[in-house]
């Protein structure tokens, strides 16, 4: 396997709330290879989310990563002071979120946010910085960038909001960037430019990606790896291409079964019955088998682990 | 779609514009035209569905056929009735037949109220019956979407988004409505629970002979449970046909577009799309012209002097462009 | 249909949602012990309230006897003071303790009563200009700016010179000077509830209007007026006072916070309790009604309480 970019070793992040804890990440692992991209997927309230905010270090309370480690470049970002994390986001690490609408200041322009980047952490000064933000802003195909470049939030679209979002990610050329279900808020033409340019950069600049989404359309687009998560723990994971041909996981099975499809008519779809538990009451045994159509007796008593069930594919069920 | 050709609803040049006003004096300065002339029928028992990115009036033209915003021009018929100006009586008759499901499973009920309230509420308004009758009608109902009798009495906080959206449908049957216009009623839901709701609302379709206008920007939800499908686009349609002809021949190029920027999970499929350059045009000042022509791929100069209108290209497949494109392949 | 499964309640999404009114007693005494200031403005408005009910029974003398030889004595642990005056007496040898007992009874009542007053026109007004919009909405609110533009002091010295000055005036008169605000912050609140879905489904059934102002409308933005109504009812107290002070408020013989202040102020040299006690009585219950609104705004604001 190729060098690991990003190591996350049985990470546990837990919300503490008035009913009791929530557990909302109970001990995953992964990595993230240089250039690679890395899909989450699963349900809201799966903890997809609050991985990635444990990556970044902004798990505000009443959450709290409790136990694991977070390896960037083989260094350990829960043993960071709040400084040492500071220097590293926007640098190293950056992050893309789903709202393009809040996630950029009203009172400044684009260029003064994206500018900034480049003075806290390259050390620009204002000239400087604001060449290397037009340039940015070409990279990220805005047109007329030395015209958007003094341009306030509210006089962009919501595109093209994301392609400034993605430009400050990318200012620094980070070595792992976490995209946050960057096109959810997006029309599907926007969205097919977003995504287009996303693989563009991750093949120009060989940046590790991880990409928080729910739409498995957008994964089998962007993804070489997969990761799927449900109630706090990864249930499977692999390559995209065989995900896809040959899940193991009775929830991943569901997941692909229940998409309405555009090359395809079915008079029903399949679907998983139920909903997410509830964090305070997990069921006991398999997280999964009140919604499993194969659960057996063994499901409900038996907490089965994450397993190698062919080469490079792990799956956490007694039956896969 | 061999359905007897029974007209439930017909629109007729419909137009919403809403003004919007600007500086101290709040002086009005033009116009947003949120629904720029639509014209459609849907036929009993059908599903038509109504596909286009934000702000292109697919939620307007949706609430408009409810009322719940007038109509700037045009007519709107529902069962033979002429829908403007119609006394209180009247309304509230038509009221009974359609009905609302809505996209945010979190806004669309009241917080205070409980689901026995929630879903009888119609009932009430309407003097349908009475105390243990209601009771009994509300129980029917949340059976019917897949509730049991015990939620009677929990604050809507107590449910999942799904089960939310279960009771927002337990509603709007409350009335036994002829037509039912779903505004993005599945967009917020998780996938698995996307799928329960597709499924339930054909399986109700076909049990209790409903029509369905089913709003939303998802065409993948849109494909499988529509008959025939509306494209929409600055305020105006611009291709409608039945949905395999449309999924198969779509004939604008805005059509081909939005099929091919939809990623399909299914990653030996990727593939070269048709990607669209540019962002929506400000719908208060629309381009001239065909409302497209700022981003098609096949624009001509003709495109840029006057508009095309919907104009049936095959057996009921209307398209509203200059070069609907099989003749423009041939063009090009 | 598998639906039956789904009987699991809430995820992560629940926390954050407002309390709702469910019954949850035991939740909210739970909630309101968790929080140091509102249990103290609680139990502060507790005895306020207890004191102002059961005054005839707890103040050891009555308010309103003079004692011309006791003029002016001082607290009891002072020199020259007694445990039969235990905050010493007044100008007129009348006994501080029980007539701040008996003073509270006069806060409260114009406290409560001038904020219902107030509330009332304020809610109604406030629902009608959101909900219908258009002209009304246009004369409600010029009609609030109007009043704003007013001073409220100049108003209700006005006010109180025509009428002359008693209980019920007093409480016509803050009632009809604050009912601005409620009108303001109900109408914003109704601006955003009536653009919620379950408002626009209610309209599909052909639900009135009335109707929907009273289920759909009101019950969802009477938080708001609650927290807001504890906080008027302590500037009330203080507003009670202050023109009591200036003797445009309650007359004697009722006794009053704000009259005690103004009958103390010109000893206050010699004899610094008679001015002092009741100041410190109407501090400290304003304080306490204070701290009980701060609480009822975490518990009835969402976003507050997903800090805690």
């Known amino acids: 396997m190729e060098t690991k970019l990003l190591e996350v070793r049985n990470l546990h992040t837990h919300f503490k709330t008035e009913d009791g804890v929530v557990p909302s990440v109970n001990g995953i692992s992964f990595s993230v290879a240089k250039g690679e991209t890395l899909a989450i997927v699963g349900e809201s309230g799966c903890g997809k989310s609050v991985t990635s905010l444990s990556i970044m270090g902004l798990v505000a309370p009443p959450g709290q990563v409790v136990g694991g480690e977070i390896l960037l470049e083989g260094q350990n970002l829960l043993a960071l002071n709040k400084k040492e994390l500071r220097k590293l986001r926007g640098n190293k690490l950056s992050m893309i979120f789903q709202e393009p609408m809040t996630s950029l200041n009203p009172v400044f322009t684009v260029g003064n946010q994206l500018g900034e980047v480049f003075r806290l952490h390259q050390n620009m000064d204002k000239q400087q910085a604001r060449g290397r933000s037009i340039e940015m802003l070409e990279t990220v195909g805005i047109p007329r960038a030395d015209k958007v470049v003094d341009y306030f939030p509210h006089q962009l679209s919501g595109g093209m909001r994301q392609r400034v979002m993605i430009a400050i990610a990318l200012a620094c050329n980070p070595a792992l960037l976490i995209a946050d279900e960057p096109t959810t808020a997006l029309d599907v033409t926007i969205q097919a430019q977003i995504l287009e340019l996303l693989k563009k950069l991750n093949d120009e600049y060989d940046t590790g990606v991880i990409l928080i989404t729910h739409d498995l359309g957008v994964v089998a687009e962007m993804a070489d790896r997969v990761v799927v998560m449900y109630a706090g723990e990864v249930v499977e994971q692999a390559n995209v291409f065989e995900l896809f041909a040959s899940p193991k996981h009775p929830y991943t099975k569901g997941l692909l079964g229940s998409l309405p499809k555009l090359d395809e008519q079915r008079e029903e779809l399949e679907s998983i019955p139920g909903a997410v538990p509830n964090p305070l009451e997990m069921p006991g045994g398999c997280a999964f088998h009140p919604r499993c159509p194969l659960a057996t007796e063994q499901c409900q008593s038996k907490k089965p682990s994450l397993v190698e069930v062919a080469p490079d594919h792990l799956a956490r069920c007694l039956y896969a | ?332 | 249909m598998s639906a039956s499964l789904e009987t699991q309640t809430p995820q992560l999404q629940s926390i954050g949602k407002p309390v709702q009114h469910t019954g949850q007693f035991k939740r909210l005494t739970r909630m309101l012990f968790k929080s140091k200031t509102g249990t103290i403005g609680f139990l502060i408005v507790i005895a306020v309230v207890f004191m102002s009910i059961f005054a005839g029974a707890i103040a050891p003398h009555d308010p309103a006897k003079t004692q011309a030889a006791k003029r002016l004595k001082p607290p009891m642990w002072m020199e020259g003071g007694s445990s039969v005056h235990p905050l010493g007496t007044d100008n007129l040898g009348r006994d501080v303790l029980s007539r701040i007992i008996y003073g509270s009874q006069v806060s409260l009542m114009v406290g409560i009563c001038a904020v219902i007053l107030a509330g009332t026109i304020g809610v109604i007004l406030g629902l009608v200009s959101g909900y219908y919009g258009g002209w009304i909405d246009s004369i409600i609110m010029r009609t609030v700016d109007a009043f704003l533009a007013i001073p409220n002091i100049l108003f209700m010295l006005v006010i109180l010179a025509v009428l002359g000055p008693s209980l019920v005036t007093l409480i016509l008169v803050l009632g009809f000077t604050n009912w601005v605000k409620y009108a303001r912050i109900i109408r914003s609140e109704v601006l955003g509830v009536k653009e919620r879905d379950y408002v626009k489904a209610a309209r599909t059934v052909g639900a009135s209007n009335q109707r929907i102002i009273l289920t759909h409308i009101l019950p969802n933005v009477i938080s708001s007026f609650i927290v807001v109504s504890t906080l008027s009812v302590a500037t009330t107290i203080i507003a009670e006072a202050s023109l009591s002070f200036l003797g445009l408020g309650i007359q004697p013989p009722t006794v009053s916070w704000g009259g005690m202040l103004s009958d103390g102020r010109q000893y206050l040299a010699t004899s610094w309790w008679v001015a002092t006690f009741p100041g410190i009585a109407i501090t400290i219950t304003v304080l306490g009604i204070m701290f009980l609104g701060d609480w009822l705004r975490d518990i009835l604001d969402p976003r507050m309480k997903a800090r805690k």
Request: hydrophobic residues 35%.
């Open chain 2, 1 to 332: 779609m061999n359905q007897t050709q029974d007209k439930l609803l017909e629109v007729k040049g419909l137009k919403k514009h809403f003004p919007y006003k600007q500086g101290m004096f709040s002086k009005k300065m033009g116009h947003v035209r949120a629904v720029d002339g639509v014209d459609f029928t849907v036929y009993r028992g059908e599903t038509l569905g109504i596909v286009g990115e934000s702000g292109c009036g697919k939620s307007t033209t949706g609430q408009m056929i409810l009322q719940l915003l007038e109509p700037t021009e045009g007519e709107i018929w529902f069962e033979g009735k002429h829908l403007t100006g119609l006394d209180k009586g009247e309304e509230k008759a038509i009221r009974r037949n359609m009905q609302m499901i809505f996209q945010d499973p979190y806004s669309s009920l009241n917080p205070r109220m409980r689901v026995e309230d929630i879903v009888a509420e119609p009932l009430r308004v309407h003097g349908l019956g009475r105390g243990r009758e209601i009771r009994e009608k509300v129980v029917e109902l949340l059976r019917l979407v897949g509730l049991d009798a015990h939620h009677l009495s929990r604050h809507p906080h107590e449910f999942s988004g799904g089960q939310r959206q279960r009771i927002g449908i337990a509603r709007a049957l409350a009335l036994h409505p002829s037509l039912i216009v779903c505004d993005e009623a599945v967009s917020a839901l998780d996938v698995s629970i996307q799928s329960q709701i597709l499924n339930l609302l054909k399986k109700l379709q076909k049990e209790l002979q409903l029509t369905y206008i089913f709003i939303s920007h998802g065409l993948p939800a849109v494909k499988h449970i529509s008959d025939r499908i509306a494209v929409m686009y600055l305020g105006k349609i611009v291709e409608l046909a039945e949905r395999d002809e449309l999924f198969e021949r779509p004939m604008h190029p805005y059509t081909e577009a939005l099929l091919s920027a939809v990623p399909i999970p299914d990653p030996t499929q990727r593939k070269e799309r048709i990607v669209l350059q540019g962002d929506l045009p400000n719908p208060a000042n629309p381009p001239s012209g065909c409302h497209f022509h700022t981003r098609c791929p096949y624009v001509q100069d003709m495109c840029r002097q006057s508009a095309p209108s919907l104009q049936q290209q095959a057996d009921g497949h209307f398209v509203s462009c200059h070069f609907p494109l099989q003749e423009l392949r041939n063009l090009i």
